[in-house]
């Protein structure tokens, strides 16, 4: 109960925070009904016990499944504030979000519908709570490079609102070299990157993100510490890792998480931090993924101290903003 008041009173920022896998159950119904759209579960305690994954595959067939709801601006934009809302009620200050656009173009949702109904709510939670805002454009890597190339070019003029480019969905077979000129010229443009790298791939995957795409941060990034020498570089280059106990749990990239590798990351000096990832399917938001990792593995006062600071020091705030929450 003290740590749980300890966790709550930390101020902290999330980096790592899918926000089509922030749609609970019953804005999922609600957003079914409003809009006519057929969803094949009966109530939200079946929807909850469909939430059962063996991979991240068996995840991502009802992640693409779940987000078929959202079809207008004020759909993306409830979305955007009931997230946020939470993350508010967690002490977050400053938050990086993710979005799919591909899974929504796919479906006839026009691009700049998304992005109006997003920033609509980032712009009102600035105003109403104080919580600043980055937003990350995610690639799906199991498509192919020239779809993302077509979605680059769909962004361009949104680009006063995205901040960054990800690469996020199915990770094996997808290393980050096949998007290696999509992401040099996102970097041309002035967007911050970063890819999801090592939550089922290999370590080769992390190297290439940093080598070939030239992130400025890996989402994830467990299996890094089977490779002793990318730990040490990614600790010397001060990479930050965005950690995600919860979704980690939930896709059985780790079997219990008294063997997740927080404290490991933390030992070997990485700038390691604690986000939701999809915290409507993977069963907790940002204060709930401290908690279960300090209660598994006991982190100290100090250590959660560290994950809340990391947290400021790995965003893409600029440095006087940065200084303000340190
Ligand atoms: C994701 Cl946990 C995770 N991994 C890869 N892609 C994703 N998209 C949404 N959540
Ligand atoms: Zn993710």
Do not use: A, P
């Given at each position: 109960a003290e740590r749980t008041a300890f966790i709550a009173g930390l101020p902290k920022a999330e980096l790592h925070l899918h926000i089509e896998g922030s749609l609970e159950p019953e804005l999922m119904f609600e957003l079914a009904q409003r809009n006519g759209v057929a969803i094949p579960f009966a109530s939200v305690e079946e929807v909850r016990a469909a939430y059962a994954f063996a991979n991240l595959q068996d995840f991502l067939d009802i992640y693409y499944q779940g987000m078929g709801v959202l079809h207008t601006e004020q759909d993306f934009h409830d979305l955007t504030a009931a997230y946020l809302a939470r993350a508010h009620a967690d002490h977050v200050r400053h938050v990086e979000i993710f979005f799919d656009p591909q899974g929504h173009t796919v479906r006839g949702i026009a691009f700049g519908t998304v992005i109006a109904g997003i920033t609509r709510a980032l712009d009102e939670a600035e105003t109403r709570h104080g919580i600043t805002s980055k937003l990350i454009m995610c690639f799906?890597?199991?498509?192919?490079e020239a779809d993302a190339e077509a979605t680059l070019d769909e962004a361009l003029p949104y680009l006063d609102r995205i901040d960054g480019v990800g690469l996020d969905s199915s990770e094996v077979g997808h290393p980050p070299s096949k998007f290696q000129r999509v992401f040099a010229r996102a970097r041309s443009l002035g967007l911050k990157i970063v890819a999801h790298a090592g939550e089922e791939g290999p370590p080769a995957y992390v190297h290439e993100a940093l080598?070939?795409?030239?992130?400025?941060r890996i989402d994830?990034?467990?299996?890094?510490?089977?490779d002793p020498a990318l730990t040490r570089r990614l600790a010397a280059e001060g990479i930050c890792l965005t950690v995600c106990p919860l979704s980690n749990l939930k896709l059985c990239v780790v079997d219990d998480l008294a063997a997740h590798p927080l404290r490991v990351m933390l030992g070997a000096g990485l700038v390691a931090t604690v986000n939701s990832d999809d915290p409507s399917y993977f069963g907790g938001y940002v204060n709930a993924n401290y908690q279960a990792i300090a209660d598994a593995l006991d982190l100290s006062r100090a250590e959660l101290i560290t994950l809340a600071r990391n947290s400021f020091t790995g965003s893409f705030l600029d440095d006087e903003a940065k200084a303000r929450h340190l």
């Open positions: 799906l890597r199991h498509l192919s080598d070939l795409l030239k992130v400025d994830h990034g467990n299996r890094s510490l089977e």
